[in-house]
Every structure is written in structure tokens, then in C-alpha cells.
């Protein structure tokens, strides 16, 4: 997670009708500011009725870690506490709606920005390991508002333009964000400045065997801190916004490319196969259409947020998308809605679906994951192999079948493998950990494909 106020890869995305000048002058000025670029001054748009839009994207940020989402996950008790305060964040929530099953499609950085800028599947879009370019064809939800009259802007890490590092972009690469001149490829450079505090760690054994508590609880308060400074940043941004009177006709986005594990499981990191990293956050604030305080629970991913915005905006979808039209759970029309979130892992070894009872993974290596939601929250007892969830077992499997068929049929031959041997004995926790190398292991091939950089410290494809 990076996204600070005086840090340059701290990101954001910006969408403007009629004049990006005035907009960014009038109403993201702190947010540009925030986001580590200069600030604008001048006289706010006129905006000619249509909505603004301001993305705020951060890096790695776990549900979690923000104070409207903490006490949602009370049944999960490894992560279901506050530890810091959010309160601009949730204004968003409370002024807006709250996604509380909201999805990235991959728990990592290229692919899962890949499915949330072009409303495609990562083996669709192409960009489906960390450091792997879009395809050349792919049409961006920026692309697509500029040829609706939109100016577009973008501050920030994109990490869709292959290897190149910190690789400042141009109008060229810039995949329809015209102003790009605070938008770069990729890297992290955090400034983390330590005080002491008192231990109020409750960190278990669990815990304590990924790295010792101390350390843990070190890094999660570095995490915290990084996250607080976030919160100020936000509320500095919609101070800016109202004090301009451009709030209540800017679409305010809040959310992040995918979680992070600390701890959960003896993890550190994402790109795993639990659905803590993929779970992620999503606040939107846009009264003229999204109720106040509308807490939404169905199933909605990165891959849904392109139609669903341009939707909301009235801009027609560019007609490659995959993803779907979400608006009407955004704005409480009735509507049939199937709430499903379908996972791709990076390595292309496991695929996944996630629906509110169960979750099934489906892996190269037969150590298939299904869990009981309603029994078992943390996902810590592997129900793959059980005779008595064989039926359940069958039942996501053709579904996850059925949907990479639609958009990744390379996998299908193994998917049907994986899906056949029922039997195979349940993966442990640490069984999971050799599948995490396998992915690395295939995320390395990926990379020296794409010449990428080198593995991580956290391993698993890659590390933004
Ligand atoms: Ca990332």
C-alpha cells in the first residue's frame, strides 16, 4: 500500500467534462497535491450538467485496514477490528454507498488494473501478469470518455505499460489520459517516519509464526500510518471539492487494485488464493444517483467497474467489455443480479469463483480450495476432496468452467482436470504455500517473457 501525500507514486485518476483545466484547478487541487503533484489555482468549470469523475486508486489496501469496513467483518476476528481511524473514507460510505463485496478479478497489481480500466478478464486484456503490457487494442474507460467529450487526466503509478520503471508516460502510452504528466509506470517509494506507541498489539501465535510478533505489529502500524495519511488526504480532497461547490456533481471513487495479507493464514503479501487480498474496498459518493448510506452487498469486481461507470455517466460502453453493468445495484433499481466474482490468478495455474455460501479454487496441481463461508469465514478448513461437499464442489466448478470458456478458454482444458480429481487429498495451509511457489515459479517465466524485473521479497508474481 502507497499512497502518500508526499510520495510520487501515490495515485489517482481524473476525469473531467468540458474543461480538465478548471477542474483540476478548482476542485482537485488538493488531491493533486495529496497525490504528489503540483496544485492548480484558477476559476471552477461550469461542467455543462454532466458528472465529473475522480478516482482515488491505492495500492494494495485491504478492507481491513479502513474503520467503515473493520466492523463488517466481524465473523473474521484475524481482521475484523478497527485499528485505524478512516473517517474521511467513510464519509464517502456514508454520504454514498459501500460496496462490502466488492472484488478485484486478480490480487495483483498490471492484471487487476487491467480488468478495472478495460472491463475485461486478465487473459482477455492481455496484461495478466505484473510487468505485461495491455494489448495494443484494448480501449480504456479514459479512451472511452474522450471520445465523449471528456478531458482526462492521470496522477500516479499505471503499471499497465510493460517493464519500464519508473517509465513517466506520454500521450501516446497513455491509453486515452491526456494529461499524464504525474503518471508513471511503476515502483514504490514510500517515506515511512517512526514514532513509538504503545503496544496495543494482539497479535497471535499465527501471527507470530510468519515473522514474530514484533515484526508484524511493526509493519502493520507502518501500514496503518500509511493508511491514516490516506484518510487525510481524502478529506483534504472533498474539502476542496465542496469548497468549490463541485462535489455533489463529482462521481468520488474510492478503491485499490487488491488487499493485503498480514498475517492471515501465516501470509504476508497478496497473490495467494484467500479471499481476503480480492475482497477489497469500494466507496462511491455520487448523490444525484447513489443513495446516502447504502450499504450494497452483492457481488460486484474490477472487471463490472467500466460499464458500471461510463453507466452511470450516461457514455455508452465501448462494446469490449465483459464485465457488467452494475449501476442498478449502485443506484437501488431492481434488478436480477448473480452474485459471483470470478478470480484469476496471475500464474494462469488456479481460477477461482466466489459466491456468498462457498469459494472454490481450482488449481493446475490438483490442490483445489473450497470453503464454507457461513461455517468457516477465515477459509482455514479446506472442504475440496469432502464427500459430504461434492455436489457444492461440482456446481462451482462448472461455473468456473463456463466462465473461462467465455474469456480464457486456454485454461479450460486443465480447469476440467482440476475439476475431476475430487478426490485428491485437501491442500493444507502449508501446501498452499508450495502453490504460491508454484505461482511465483510461473510468474518468473511470465516475467523473463516479458522482461520484467526481479522476484520480490514476498515472491508470488511479482510485488506491486
Ligand atoms: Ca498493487
Redesign the pocket.
Known amino acids: 500500500m502507497s499512497y502518500m501525500s508526499d510520495d510520487p507514486q501515490s495515485q489517482g485518476v481524473l476525469m473531467f467534462p468540458m474543461s480538465r483545466r478548471d477542474f483540476m484547478k478548482a476542485g482537485a487541487a488538493a488531491g493533486l497535491a495529496a497525490l504528489g503533484a503540483p496544485a492548480f489555482s484558477a476559476e471552477p468549470s461550469a461542467g455543462a450538467g454532466k458528472p465529473n469523475l475522480l478516482i482515488l486508486h491505492c495500492?494494495?489496501l485491504s478492507q481491513w485496514a479502513l474503520s467503515i469496513y473493520a466492523p463488517m467483518h466481524k465473523n473474521t476476528p484475524s481482521y475484523g477490528k478497527t485499528l485505524v481511524e478512516t473517517p474521511n473514507i467513510a464519509r464517502l460510505g456514508k454520504e454514498g454507498a459501500v460496496l462490502t463485496n466488492f472484488f478485484t478479478n486478480s490480487a495483483?497489481?498490471t492484471p487487476?488494473r487491467g480488468c478495472f480500466f478495460t472491463g475485461r478478464y486478465p487473459e482477455s486484456h492481455g496484461a495478466y501478469v505484473n510487468n505485461t503490457p495491455l494489448n495494443p487494442d484494448e480501449i480504456t474507460f479514459g479512451e472511452q470518455l474522450k471520445r465523449h467529450g471528456y478531458d482526462t487526466g492521470y496522477c500516479g503509478k499505471w503499471?499497465l505499460n510493460g517493464p519500464p520503471k519508473p517509465g513517466f508516460m506520454t500521450p501516446d502510452l497513455s491509453r486515452g489520459f491526456d494529461d499524464c504528466r504525474y503518471m508513471f509506470n511503476r515502483g514504490h517509494w514510500k517515506k515511512i517516519v517512526e514514532e513509538p506507541q504503545p503496544d496495543e498489539s494482539d497479535s497471535d501465535e499465527k501471527e507470530a509464526a510468519v515473522k514474530g510478533a514484533a515484526s508484524l505489529q511493526k509493519m502493520k502500524a507502518h501500514y496503518c500510518g500509511e493508511v491514516k495519511c490516506i484518510d487525510d488526504n481524502v478529506g483534504r480532497i472533498l474539502k476542496a471539492l465542496e469548497d468549490k461547490g463541485l462535489l455533489d456533481n463529482t462521481i468520488v471513487v474510492f478503491t485499490t487494485?487488491?488487499g493485503d495479507y498480514m498475517g492471515e493464514h501465516g501470509l504476508m503479501g497478496?497473490n495467494q488464493w484467500y479471499r481476503t487480498a480480492y475482497q477489497i474496498p469500494f466507496l462511491i459518493r455520487y448523490p444525484k444517483k447513489v443513495k446516502a448510506g447504502a450499504v450494497v452487498g452483492h457481488f460486484a469486481t474490477n472487471a463490472d467497474f467500466m460499464p458500471t461507470v461510463l453507466a452511470l455517466m450516461g457514455v455508452p460502453p465501448s462494446g469490449r467489455e465483459q464485465g457488467v453493468d452494475a449501476s442498478a445495484i449502485l443506484t437501488g433499481a431492481k434488478v436480477e443480479w448473480k452474485d459471483e466474482a470470478n478470480i484469476h490468478h496471475s500464474s494462469r495455474q488456479g481460477a477461482g469463483v466466489y459466491t456468498p455460501e462457498f469459494d472454490l479454487i481450482l488449481r493446475n496441481n490438483g490442490l483445489n480450495m473450497l470453503f464454507d463461508l457461513t461455517n468457516d469465514p477465515e477459509e482455514k478448513n479446506n472442504l475440496a476432496g469432502d464427500a459430504a461437499h461434492k455436489q457444492v464442489f461440482d456446481e462451482l466448478a462448472r461455473k468456473i468452467i463456463t466462465h473461462n470458456k467465455a474469456v480464457n478458454p486456454e485454461a479450460v482444458e486443465w480447469l476440467q482436470a482440476a475439476a475431476a480429481r475430487y478426490g485428491a487429498p485437501p491442500a493444507a495451509v502449508k501446501e498452499n504455500k508450495g502453490g504460491a511457489k508454484a505461482g511465483a515459479e510461473a510468474g518468473a517465466k511470465d516475467r523473463a517473457k516479458a522482461g520484467g524485473g526481479k522476484k520480490g521479497k514476498r515472491g508470488a508474481a511479482g510485488e506491486?
Open positions: 495500492d494494495q495483483v497489481c487487476s503499471h487494485d487488491h497478496k506491486e
